[in-house]
């Protein structure tokens, strides 16, 4: 049996709490967010119900524990990224997760749905960090990292006798068998997940890496595919399949750069669909790999440009 351990303490205001400005906004929001929920209070001197909600929000903030944080940006004198994102009354307040803006209010609010906005943003990166369980996760993701698969599916499984309704060792146990290559034992466990944890980020990456494992058993050889589009650079379904294809294949980098050429040519071909393959290859990885980092990094100046 896996012993629980104690909450972890509150991590610093300091570590939470930050001044941001136009130069540094990739870094404080954009790749941080990568791994933590972000959120950016866009506020001024002048403005007087910035000074109600700048407290309430930080308050709120330090009492997640480290779940989220906040990124404060004062709009006369960083009016650059404010602009981009079409800040026309202050506060406004934006959250961030893995590099995209997900959610926002304008305006001061009561306290209580403060915290239940900010305890909303948290939930997206898992909430807050604990022991026990969780390092017991974190040594699964270590085994599996390194190739045990089916003994990490069996951590995972006594982890979620402790807790059956983990999200986390749910996601965990499901990528075992998907690196077993058993994708009909990965789906059902998937479809049986508990229903509050159903829509879960975590669940929802992997449902993303089953769906991308299923899609390359389709896409076609890759020396075929790289001969159309490159005899046909405008071919969008040769390029996204052949990214498809390379990601199957172990090289996720060079699959990351088609789908962003296609998002570069054609940002609404097929609905989107090089953004949707984008996001499903990042799910695939850790949110620190240097290619779901520079991915995202690249996306997002696209996307603002």
């Known amino acids: 049996m896996i012993e629980l351990g104690r909450t972890q303490p509150a991590a610093p205001a300091g570590d939470l709490i930050i001044d941001g400005t136009d130069d540094t906004f990739m870094q404080d929001v954009i790749e941080a967010s990568q791994t933590t929920p972000i959120i950016v209070d866009f506020w001024a001197t002048w403005c007087g119900p910035c000074k109600t909600l700048g407290p309430a929000i930080e308050a709120s903030v330090t009492k997640a524990g480290g779940a989220v944080k906040l990124v404060k940006i004062d709009v006369d004198a960083n009016p650059g990224y404010a602009g981009q994102l079409r ?4 506060p406004t307040v934006y959250a961030f997760w893995q590099g995209q803006p997900v959610d926002g209010f304008q305006g001061a609010l009561p306290p209580s749905e403060i915290d239940a906005f900010v305890e909303k943003i948290a939930a997206l990166g898992g909430g807050a960090p604990d022991g026990g369980l969780a390092d017991a996760i974190e040594a699964a993701e270590a085994m599996l990292a390194k190739g045990a698969a089916a003994d990490a599916a069996e951590t995972f499984a ?3 006798q402790e807790d059956p309704a983990n999200a986390p060792a749910y996601a965990g146990l499901i990528k075992a068998y998907i690196a077993l290559d058993d994708l009909d034992q990965a789906e059902a466990i998937l479809n049986g997940a508990p229903a509050e944890i159903s829509t879960d980020p975590a669940l929802e990456a992997v449902a993303s ?3 991308l494992a299923k899609e390359a058993a389709n896409a076609g050889p890759v020396a075929e595919l790289q001969a159309a589009v490159e005899a046909n650079p405008d071919d969008h379904q040769a390029r996204l399949d052949l990214a ?3 990601h199957a294949n172990g090289n996720a980098e060079a699959a990351v750069d088609h789908l962003l050429d296609l998002f570069r040519r054609d940002r609404e071909w ?15 990885l850790q949110p620190n790999d240097p290619v779901v980092l520079n991915g995202r990094r690249k996306l997002s100046s696209m996307i603002f440009a």
């Open 158 to 160: 006594a982890i979620l």
């Open 270 to 284: 097929n609905e989107g669909a090089a953004k949707t393959q984008l996001f499903k290859v990042f799910d695939t």
């Open 244 to 246: 498809t294809a390379l």
């Open 87 to 90: 800040v026309q009354s202050i």
């Open 209 to 211: 890496q089953i769906a």
